[in-house]
Nanobody, 124 residues
Framework: VQLQASGGGLVQAGGSLRLSCAAS????????VGWFRQAPGKEREFVGA???????YYADYAKGRFGISRDNAKNMVYLQMNSLKPEDTAVYSC???????????????????WGQGTQVTVSS
């Protein structure tokens, strides 16, 4: 499966962005899709994931501010980010895998497919 993240940009603190992850080339509804981010000089960090069954999981810092949704008919997954902070500045990427177990959702190395990221910059 091929993935492409889009929707990043420059936003002021407190603002919102919606990122999109477009998938092609696979039975998308069977895949778990995760969002990760990486800030300069920092390790890649789990943001959240939506499993094939629709269950959604978030990193603690994302709960209440970020929302993940998927549209299987369009082969799309979305990351709605609200109340953005300067520390949310990072490259955001989506990843997919068909056989992830629950305990591996936050482990980037467990995902087989990755898309190019999209830059999100939050100004103070």
């Amino acid at each position: 499966v091929q993935l492409q993240a889009s929707g990043g940009g420059l936003v002021q603190a407190g603002g919102s962005l919606r990122l999109s992850c477009a998938a092609s080339g696979g039975t998308f509804r069977m895949y778990t899709v995760g969002w990760f981010r990486q800030a300069p000089g920092k390790e890649r960090e789990f943001v959240g994931a939506v499993r094939w069954n629709g269950n959604i999981y978030y990193a603690d810092y994302a709960k209440g501010r970020f929302g993940i949704s998927r549209d299987n008919a369009k082969n799309m997954v979305y990351l709605q980010m609200n109340s953005l902070k300067p520390e949310d500045t990072a490259v955001y990427s989506c990843a997919a895998d068909r056989s992830l177990i629950l305990s591996s959702l936050s482990v980037g190395a467990e995902y087989d497919y990755w898309g190019q990221g999209t830059q999100v910059t939050v100004s103070s």
